[in-house]
């Protein structure tokens, strides 16, 4: 299991954009192709494939977390030290039982 | 943060919704096609019998027989296979209209759909729901067809020419009757 947890699933928020952008693309792209191809040899079965065959492509470049979309990470603040850390997280549960 | 299973689901999704774009696409581009087209249709051989219907009432009805000629190329009507029917329409005492359907045949797409038939045999019974066959004047057959389209709506159309018989005013009664 700690393999499977180690395989990094994550994108960047920019990368999420340009996944997204770039899967949009690609399935209108070849539908629209497959329409105008469908329509010329009169088979809507070949458009569907066509899309299917975009659906397909777009699925492989835009799922998988490729390397592509983690260019830039988040700056996450750096972790305290042990001491100041549990006196803030004690503040932070006092907070939220007032709140309560 | 999206995770695999999200952006897969964007994708699914996405792809779905243009394949529904492109099949209204594909309805829109055949709504407004006319499907009617000419249909020549002759009667061979006709007699009517008087026989007893043990599906329905036991009772003595008319039955009628024919062999009919059927010529008409359908092969510009496809958009995705065709259903063809032929229907005896006819008055009676008993009822202003009175339709049978008499033949009918499915043509798949990319199936020879210039139709020659010569002396063909009707595929179902023609029984008549009391005497109102034997001499009858006008009997109409005509062909109607519905268009099984990819996508869209489900037409029935009616041919262009029909063919109007008549049956003989006496029964057969002889037990076998060869049509062909």
Redesign the interface.
């Known amino acids: 299991m700690d393999f499977i947890n180690k395989i990094p699933t994550h994108m960047d928020f920019e990368g999420q954009a340009r996944a997204e952008k770039l899967s949009r693309v690609i399935i209108t792209l070849f539908g629209f192709v497959g329409l105008v191809w469908g329509y010329i040899i009169q088979q809507f079965s070949q458009t569907v494939y066509i899309l299917g065959a975009g659906f397909v492509l777009a699925a492989l470049l835009t799922i998988p977390p490729w390397p592509l979309y983690r260019k830039k990470p988040l700056n996450w603040q750096k972790a305290k030290g042990e001491t100041e850390s549990v006196s803030t997280s004690s503040d932070s549960t006092k907070k939220n039982k007032k709140k309560n | 943060?999206?995770?695999?299973l999200q952006?897969?689901n964007?994708?699914?999704a996405?792809?779905l919704s243009?394949?529904a774009?492109?099949?209204f696409?594909?309805f829109a581009?055949t709504v407004l096609l006319n499907y009617r087209t000419h249909a020549d249709l002759n009667t061979v051989k006709v007699v009517v019998k008087n026989v007893p219907d043990y599906s329905a009432s036991r009772e003595k009805n008319d039955l009628g027989f024919l062999t009919f000629d059927l010529h008409t190329d359908l092969s510009h009507l496809f958009n995705w296979n065709l259903f063809l029917y032929l229907t005896a329409e006819y008055e009676t005492a008993n009822n202003k209209l009175n339709q049978v359907v008499l033949w009918d045949k499915i043509i798949l797409r990319g199936e020879n759909a210039v139709l020659d038939f010569k002396n063909m045999n009707t595929k179902y019974y023609f029984w008549d729901d009391g005497n109102g066959l034997k001499g009858n004047n006008n009997i109409t057959l005509t062909l109607s067809w519905n268009i099984i389209p990819?996508?869209g709506l489900l037409p029935n159309i009616f041919a262009h020419g029909s063919h109007s018989f008549q049956f003989p005013v006496d029964y057969t009664t002889s037990r076998m009757v060869r049509l062909n």
Do not use: E, F, K
Not at chain 2, 1 to 4: A, G, K
């Open positions: 943060m999206h995770s695999i952006r897969g964007a994708i699914l996405y792809t243009v394949l774009c492109l099949t696409v594909c581009s990819n996508a």
